[in-house]
């Protein structure tokens, strides 16, 4: 083998190099000149479909124009689909939203039920035929016509609510309203609506039409808390669906628009006419003559009366949201749909809380121009006892104890002293109440004046402004920004308590002008008779299936209690707070012979009043005021917010064993004079007048029928001196007995008779 030199290297890898660029090269020319030809070939060929002048700008520009809006219209809706498809990810999906739950009190008795009970024993062909005509001519015509979205029908109700200036009809499908039943919420969005399209679109491929109506027609909320038209024909006329006449039809296909407006056991009036409407469309869509809904016109429906039925429905819609999200939690493989629960509700100390805000509202709401109270009753344990979200269910279903977010004002203050207290200050700890200012705001007492040095316990007894202020200050000194971070600490305490709500930091946090919601603020007051710890709170006790066999029970799989803070601060807190209804700011939540202890509040202008409170049994949140925000007058947290307090736990603790609030001395038997003397909260108005029950109303109304009646009587007797005395003593009696069934709050005792 002869040796080759490096020369010969360099020059072979030339030659390679060389030979390899020649070939790139003529490939690449062939190939443009190949690319070149066919394009010519192309041109040549699409040449004989030229389209010039008018032709091509009346067809051809507009057709490319709308291919290439319609691809890229297409990319946007893919986008756009995304999250509708994601809700059908679910194999389960058509299970979804049939829970049906069946609620007992604490003690086992049956209160209510919620949720969808997919009645399969009722097939679609048994449904009564003037039902499904007129839920169809009422909400889709052109059902059995469209691909899920009716275009005629939503451009029909665009062009409809345009000329009327408002939403006059709706243009959803029967489809799009069972997607929106089955998978969204209510809320009114663009976004809601397309994800409703795309899946309305979705369902008609998975489901026969009859299917769909089925499935609409059986979970479809119908008001009263019922689903469905078999659930709504046996709650409103106590019949099955089956045997429902033309009428009762009618009304019950006026309920798909608004269920909570055309409910017959709310407002009849109401009912009928928007029945009247759907008998109305019967005739245009052609399912029916004039004559033939003219029976139905003549003799309309009549519901069971249910006026006399008080369920918790506040408490019930809770308690149904908490059980979906337990369900959520057990097991994939668990597929038992039919609950029923053991919830904390006391039907009692629920009736009580009723009647308590009612009877305040009746007699001083329109003094104080308040038109809305909530109320939240817990234990120690977290269970809640009673639960009232506003004055009328049937009115309003919005729940002002767990949805509506209001100012705390000076009931958030426990929760800055609780962060004194931890932080080294002592009850006894004084502070000078003097002007302060943050930046340009300068908080303000109540009368614009100040008293000097007071301890913590004299200043939150009295409610004072300035000094959770230079508390929240002096909890950050050595900072960059003392009040910032004293701030801070003061919402990483009130977490702990479980105030989940947002609370941004400003400079009037500490005095509550972040909001919270009368539930969650309520049981966060636990913590202070609980010995530090902290509890969540909670409807349901315990979940059976519907055959008995036991599936959760809160003692054994809930939450268990947290130590958020030393039982020594929490007595402390306790202490403190006691003077609050001894001498302070509410003095009209006293409770005989129970140690109690709270905090009132009261927010600007008045738009807020709230008492929170507990014993060493029960707490209790109750807050007044305007659902538009606007002010009441003058209404202060230590008047109808202390008063209602006091009658709600005077009858929670009837048959009750009476604990002590570690802190806090048992307290002294009072005076007649203790009595006569009650303050409101920041300084409120004089106590108001006993409370006339609606027992006692009632009972002084029929005590003036009476009176007229013995007016009559006596008439008729000076014409006839014979009638017999036995009428004057009778009525006598009878006047006597009403008058004193009134004057004792409504009850009544028999007589003792003579043998």
Request: glycine fraction near 8%.
């Amino acid at each position: 083998m002869r040796n080759i030199l490096p020369s010969d290297w360099k020059k072979r890898i030339r030659h390679f190099l060389l030979d390899f660029d020649a070939r790139v090269d003529s490939t690449l020319f062939s190939s443009a000149v190949g690319a070149r030809e066919l394009y010519e070939r192309f041109s040549t060929f699409m040449d004989r479909f030229y389209v010039g002048r008018w032709k091509r700008w009346v067809f051809i520009e507009p057709l490319s124009e709308a291919a290439t809006l319609g691809l890229g219209g297409l990319i946007v809706l893919l986008a756009l689909a995304q999250p509708a498809f994601r809700e059908t990810a679910d194999e389960d999906w058509l299970k979804k939203s049939d829970l049906a739950v069946t609620f007992l009190d604490r003690y086992g008795n049956p209160i209510g039920s919620r949720g969808i009970k997919h009645n399969d024993s009722i097939p679609l062909e048994e449904f009564p035929d003037n039902l499904i005509k007129a839920t169809l001519a009422t909400e889709d015509r052109r059902f059995y016509d469209h691909f899920g979205i009716d275009v005629g029908g939503t451009f029909r109700a665009l062009v409809t609510n345009a000329q009327a200036g408002g939403v006059r009809q709706g243009g959803s499908s029967i489809t799009q309203q069972l997607a929106k039943n089955l998978f969204l919420s209510n809320e009114r969005t663009i976004e809601r609506k397309v994800n409703e399209a795309f899946l309305a679109i979705w369902l008609e491929t998975r489901l026969t039409k009859n299917e769909i109506l089925k499935l609409y027609l059986d979970r479809a909320y119908m008001g009263g808390g019922t689903f469905g038209v078999d659930g709504a024909a046996h709650f409103y006329f106590n019949k099955s669906v089956r045997d429902i006449n033309l009428a009762e039809a009618a009304m019950l296909a006026g309920l798909f628009k608004a269920p909570t407006k055309y409910a017959p056991h709310i407002n009849l009036p109401a009912a009928r006419a928007r029945a009247n409407q759907v008998l109305d469309n019967m005739v245009d869509a052609g399912f029916m003559t004039e004559g033939q809904v003219f029976g139905a016109r003549r003799n309309p429906a009549t519901a069971v009366d249910r006026r006399d039925e008080n369920s918790p429905n506040y408490y019930l819609d809770w308690a149904f949201d908490e059980m979906r999200k337990l369900v959520d939690t057990f097991p994939r493989s668990y597929t038992e749909r039919v609950f029923v629960v053991r919830t904390a509700i006391d039907m009692n100390v629920q009736h009580a809380a009723e009647e308590a805000i009612e009877n305040q509202l009746r007699q001083f709401g329109r003094d104080y121009h308040a038109t809305q109270a909530a109320t939240v009753v817990a234990d120690l344990d977290g269970g809640v006892r009673a639960m009232v979200g506003g004055r009328d269910y049937g009115a309003s279903q919005f729940n002002r104890a767990t949805d509506a977010m209001r100012q705390p004002g000076s009931s958030f203050k426990p929760y800055v002293y609780t962060t004194a207290l931890l932080n080294g200050f002592k009850p006894t700890s004084t502070i000078v109440d003097g002007p302060v200012c943050i930046g340009n705001w300068c908080p303000q007492n109540y009368g614009h004046s100040y008293s000097g040095t007071v301890t913590l316990t004299q200043a939150l007894t009295r409610s004072i402004n300035v000094v959770p202020v230079k508390l929240s200050i002096a909890l950050g000194k050595g900072e960059k920004n003392p009040a910032k971070a004293g701030r801070a600490k003061i919402v990483a305490v009130a977490r702990k308590f479980g105030i989940v709500t947002p609370l941004p930091d400003t400079p009037s946090l500490p005095i509550g002008a972040d909001e919270v919601n009368v539930l969650e603020h309520a049981v966060a007051y636990v913590a202070f008779p609980n010995k530090g710890k902290a509890v969540t709170p909670h409807a349901v006790l315990e979940v059976r299936t519907g055959a008995g066999d036991l599936v959760w029970r809160y003692d054994r799989d809930g939450p268990k209690p947290r130590q958020i803070i030393p039982a020594s601060v929490a007595a402390d807190m306790a202490g403190m707070m006691s003077h609050v209804v001894s001498e302070g700011t509410a003095r009209r939540a006293i409770l005989d012979g129970i140690p109690a202890a709270g905090k009132t509040g009261t927010t600007n202008a008045y738009r807020d009043a709230w008492f929170v409170g507990y014993t060493g049994n029960f707490v209790c949140g109750v807050w007044y005021g305007n659902d538009d925000y606007s002010p009441t007058n003058r209404l202060t947290g230590g008047a109808l917010p202390a008063q209602t307090w006091h009658d709600i736990m005077t009858a929670a603790h009837r048959g009750v064993e009476i604990k002590d609030i570690p802190g806090v001395a048992a307290p002294a038997k009072p005076t007649a004079a203790d009595s006569a003397k009650v303050a409101g909260d920041d300084n409120a108005s004089p106590a108001p007048p006993p409370i006339l029950t609606k027992r006692g109303a009632e009972i002084l109304v029929r005590v003036e029928k009476m009176l007229d009646e013995a007016a009559k009587t006596v008439g008729k007797t000076s014409a006839a001196p014979s009638a017999s005395p036995a009428a004057y003593s009778s009525g006598a009696a009878a006047f006597s007995e009403s008058l004193a069934a009134a004057t004792s709050g409504g009850r009544t005792s028999p007589a003792p008779r003579k043998n």
